[in-house]
């Protein structure tokens, strides 16, 4: 009888067992100690409250199959908090029976510094992996990434350049105009009240989303992203077009090169975060892109740009500015460091001695990318399969929908085409992900391992590059090549 | 002193020299035996008129460097009529010093069979490669393609499904409107006078351009392209837009899903060649699609529509209907064979025994892609060379610019940044191809062999896969991996 069963049937009291306190004569961990602890071999440790448990004869049996192993060498807490269904008596009481220690608590460390520009962060899920912590950025775990279309709030992924800023909502202005002129300026009533709300279901991606693919092959500089800095949300706003319409600017006849955004975050010498979109590019998508205040129905979170950020839907998180505070036409690209001298494309033989960041177009829409997340890398399947089920997702820039994902468990040998969920939305204007599925053989003379690959195809017929070596750049952007992930088959 | 400078100074008389006819006391050979002499080491041989000649020992010494190369094993006079500079006494009495025998006449076969649907099709241009020639399909020598940013008519690559319509210009009128209504009908000099003439230059290109390296692979169904089943060319036309408009139909307000373009070329049952694209594309190409009437300046040849035929820029060739007399709205994708049962991708699993053509959607914009043109498959270059000077084109569909073509000489571990001939379009509307060019470096220890590789990239950072076997599918369309071509360099 599985352990499972075990949870569902053999209910004991637990009214006088405290699961998870201080218990005399059980030695005392480190949360350092407990982290070395995340395989079979090393054995699989994980913390709940003051409890270290040693859940090796466990994990197979989990009823939620190899998910549990993102909780492993740390705490079980935030995941429980995601999955409500193991906050009962029964599942507290048989964690106990794992018991082998104490942890150390934690040192508090409230004390604040007053003078610490990153003083004032909101607080995050804990289940989210940091890439670095100031400025923040994180990333979910992929096994949790696909689990729903619309990603929650809470676990998508933050990208954030500089402190998340503190918005005083009364004096709070959205900004509107050409530069150098004056300016339309917008309360956050007015932007909400004065224009039809608008909403799309629309991706963010940083550019280096699955960066550490390219790390592999050669160092790069920027965070080490896994496979997670993408994230879909439900994104409701006004218009673009109807608020520089509102404030006198028929895009379609401007003169200006550029549409210039810029946010309340700020750099150490005070200048804002920016980015700006040719002109041509914001009359395609000038009824599609959103002055966003809604994120999932309710307002944005602050790390995803409370109270208003710019959603350009198909094109990098980059330019999707959060804390926005200023719109203005230009004859001038926006002068911020990630507008110019970052996010770009070079090829793989030009390196930091020899870069020109002028030579080359900064990114915009991106390309065709498919990743597999579940399983995650390294997954130990089930003794004796014969068959995964694998599941990811697919997106396309520029609004192209995604025709195909195909998947392969013999490395790229034969190929399989993946159940695609729809997206309900248009072939050409296609700004979610498509998350798919498929269940695949396994070789029949797989020798205890298989190489997943996932490769999509968009509504161009533009395919992902085979390998990595041949789209690696310095700054590890667009980093989309066949997705590939190891498992092993114990016999 | 090379053949060139002899050529040049030794001005010989040739009044009294019949250059090419025949001549007696030499061999007789047939056109077989000539095109069997095509490399040093069978000897290369070409025909002039009557005259069989041995130019092995001239080829290294040609002026125009390769190119020779285009005509051995046949006649050279095509070649001639394109660089007239050949066309002088010198140059033939130099030819007549080559003379090696005369060549049995073609039989005339002058006689046409009545109720041959192909006896009435057009002349073409005889340096055209064909792939096939009922129907007629032909590309030029790929080392033609890029001479010039606009491919003149004669040889712009030819693609035809039937047999050329004989088109009485009295008849003739294009209908607009919805399916099952009356329709405008609209004769060639109304389409000429009443509508702005606008002028694009754009790309038409075969889905099976390159199928060639994808029959390597695995044998697929089709014409056997080489890289030349592309071309470019300025257009004129009226918009679709407006001539939509005269009809009295509002794209942006249509219910209808598709719209179908028929030519007057029909099949052995009747029905006409015909494609549709999906609504929600037409409408962002309204004002970018041309019922156009003019090529390069003049009127449209036979071999590309003439009168009228629509180009549909970014789109692959074969929804760019020809010879077309009918444009309308349905609800219906068009039912012609080739927008349903073909020009569609699949994964390289999928074979003739387990294809469902109604699983993919029609191919419409077409991937990015990029050739070298050259030199060509196979050259041998200068002895010792330690540079090489490689051209070809770049394009993606969907009117997304070319951002990037790195060229590499030593089979992908270095690149080298292409210079780019401007197209002078926007780069969200780059509706031609990019030429370019780069000289590079051969690697040091090539043992007498380089493989030359090119990769694009374009706007939305979309770049070609590495290999062919991924992308590998069984009607061998959208091939766009990496282009290689080896050349050899004699010690």
Not at 37 to 62: A, L, N, R
Not at 85 to 114: A, C, M, Q, S
Not at 372 to 381: R, S
Request: net charge neutral; hydrophobic share 35%.
């Amino acid at each position: 009888m599985g352990l499972y069963w075990k949870l569902q049937q053999e209910v004991v009291s637990a009214a006088t067992i405290e699961v998870g306190e201080q218990k005399k004569g059980l030695p005392t961990y480190t949360a350092e100690d407990v982290a070395k602890h995340k395989t079979k071999d090393t054995k699989i440790w994980v913390t709940y409250k003051c409890g270290v448990y040693d859940i090796t004869d466990y994990v197979s049996q989990h009823p939620g199959g190899s998910k549990i192993m993102m909780a492993v060498g740390g705490s079980i807490e935030p995941y429980w908090d995601l999955y409500a269904v193991h906050k009962n008596t029964e599942i507290l009481e048989i964690l106990e029976t794992f018991r082998i220690g104490n942890i150390v608590p934690p040192k508090k460390t409230d004390i604040k510094d007053k003078n610490d520009p990153y003083g004032n962060e909101p607080k995050r899920n804990p289940v989210l992996i940091p890439s670095s912590l100031k400025p923040y950025n994180a990333e979910p775990p992929s096994l949790l990434l696909t689990e729903q279309f619309l990603t929650p709030k809470d676990l998508f992924f933050v990208r954030n350049h500089l402190p998340v800023p503190v918005v005083d909502m009364k004096s709070y202005r959205l900004e509107i105009g050409i530069e150098g002129k004056n300016k339309l300026k917008l309360n956050i009533d007015e932007l909400k009240k004065n224009f039809p709300k608008m909403y799309t279901a629309s991706v963010v991606q940083c550019a280096g989303n699955r960066r550490s693919e390219m790390t592999k092959i050669k160092a790069v500089k920027g965070l080490n992203w896994n496979n997670a800095a993408i994230s879909n949300a439900s994104w409701a706003g006004a218009t673009l077009n109807d608020v520089m319409n509102k404030a006198g600017i028929d895009l379609d006849k401007c003169s200006h090169k550029h549409i210039v955004f810029e946010g309340m975050d700020k750099g150490p010498e005070g200048s804002p975060y920016g980015a700006s979109l040719p002109i041509e590019l914001a009359r395609q998508l000038k009824n599609d892109i959103l002055i966003a205040y809604e994120m999932n129905g309710t307002e944005l979170p602050r790390d995803h740009g409370y109270p208003v950020r710019v959603i350009i839907p198909g094109v990098v998180g980059a330019r999707q500015v959060k804390w926005l505070n200023n719109i203005y036409l230009s004859n001038e690209e926006s002068t911020c460091h990630w507008q110019r001298k970052d996010y770009k494309g070079f090829n793989a033989s030009v390196d930091w001695h020899n870069v020109d960041f002028e030579k080359s177009e900064a990114i915009q829409q991106l390309p065709v990318i498919s990743s597999i997340c579940d399983p995650a890398e390294g997954t130990e399947l089930e003794s004796g399969a014969e068959e995964v089920t694998v599941k990811g997702y697919a997106w396309s820039g520029g609004g192209r929908a995604i025709l195909r994902v195909d998947i392969s468990a013999d490395g790229g040998k034969t190929w399989m085409t993946a159940d695609l969920q729809p997206t309900n939305q248009s072939l050409y204007k296609t700004w979610a992900w498509t998350l798919w599925e498929a269940t695949v053989p396994l070789p029949a003379n797989h020798g205890g391992k298989a190489e997943l690959t996932c490769k999509a195809v968009d509504v161009s017929y533009n395919c992902q590059p085979d390998n990595v070596e041949g789209i690696w750049n310095l700054r590890g952007v667009l980093s989309n090549a066949w997705h590939r992930v190891n498992v092993k088959i114990p016999s």
